[in-house]
């Protein structure tokens, strides 16, 4: 049914279709129409929905440029500006540059490229061109400085949910920012924010998505994938559009103070709760058996001395 619908919105990309118009066609209810463009919009077809209208496909090529990036951010009211860029130094980088000259915007910036990609603590995240879904967003959530980290598990959850509704790999979540499939890591999250002991300035949330790579360099040859390597190939658009969907779902539940699906998520994707663990911090590392991931996502975890505690930040080696 999805795809006749396709076809009819393909049929008529002058002009706007009435949901009516396409459930009298298909002999289906007004709300299954709905739900199936809903669908189509998750795979990334970009569809105008105007009020007293109907719908439009505005674009159903794959590629990812300044005004397909426009179209697709049109339906999202955390993206007021968006800036596609053909090569960057860091897409985070950009975000932050943008949020001290527009002190109150928030938006996305997706780039081809990136020529210094970083990874936390100062590490490098290779980005070649057009190989990868490279982009930051630049948000500024009414949250109290100590409730922006956990930002960096909305989004894992968004993009694990992303990845597996766009192709059909099972994505795991390695605490706190790695999505992982096959034991390999193909997403990594990079959080930074602005704030007063009191007060929230913005986050830049960036995200690496490896897509089209067929080889790594050869000191993470043994422990990054792509989509690609593991024999999906999806355009970063699609994967893109899934994540604002997903992205903006959780994101408002975060905005009220609730984490419960954020983490019955994680707790369902985790590839580090229920195993034994290295924390690893500047100062050390140390061994751990991860019991659980708390509300707030912080994690607990049972010591040697078995003892409870809880990792606030860090990293795990499973
Ligand atoms: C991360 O750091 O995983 C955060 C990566 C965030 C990248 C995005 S891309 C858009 C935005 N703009 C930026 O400049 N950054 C963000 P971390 O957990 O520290 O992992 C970094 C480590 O992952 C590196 O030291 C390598 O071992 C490995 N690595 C580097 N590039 C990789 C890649 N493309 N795929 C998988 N692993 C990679």
């Known amino acids: ?95 932050k540059r943008i949020a001290m000259e527009e002190q109150v915007l928030e938006g ?39 409730a922006a980290s956990s930002i960096t598990l909305v989004s894992a959850a968004a993009m694990a949910h992303a990845i597996e509704a766009c192709t059909s790999l099972n994505v795991g979540i390695k605490w706190p920012n790695d999505l992982i499939v096959n034991g390999k890591k193909i997403c990594g999250i990079l959080t930074e924010m602005s704030a007063e002991i009191n007060q929230l300035h913005y986050i830049v949330l960036g995200i690496g998505v490896n897509l089209g790579q067929m080889s790594f360099p050869v000191d ?46 994680h707790l369902a994707h985790s590839v580090t709760v229920g195993k034994k663990v290295q924390i690893i911090t500047p100062i050390e590392t140390r061994n751990a058996y991860v019991l659980d991931i708390n509300a707030d996502g912080s994690l607990l975890v049972e010591n040697e001395l078995g003892e409870n505690e809880v990792v606030f930040s860090g990293e795990v080696s499973v």
């Open 220 to 265: 993470i040859i043994d422990k990054a994938t792509s989509l690609k390597k593991e024999g999906v190939e999806v355009s970063g658009k699609k994967i893109l559009s899934a994540f604002l969907l997903a992205f903006s779902n959780f994101y408002s539940q975060y905005l009220e103070g609730d984490m419960s699906q954020i983490i019955s998520y």
């Open 108 to 146: 996305l910036i997706v780039s081809s490229e990136q020529t210094k990609g970083k990874g936390r603590l100062g590490r490098q995240w290779e980005s070649e061109k057009e190989s990868g879904l490279w982009m930051s967003l630049l948000l500024r959530p009414k949250v109290k400085p100590e």
């Open 1 to 95: 049914m999805k795809s006749k619908i396709l076809d009819l919105l393909q049929l008529n990309s002058e002009g706007y279709l009435s949901g009516e118009q396409i459930s009298d066609q298909l002999g289906i209810s007004r709300t299954a129409v709905w739900k199936h463009i809903k669908a189509l919009k998750n795979e990334g077809y970009i569809i105008d929905s105007v009020n007293n209208k109907g719908y439009k496909l505005l674009s159903d090529t794959d590629e990812l440029n300044s005004s397909s990036l426009k179209a697709l951010c049109n339906d999202f009211d955390f993206i007021q500006f968006i800036k596609f860029l053909d090569t960057v130094d860091s897409t985070n980088s950009e975000a």
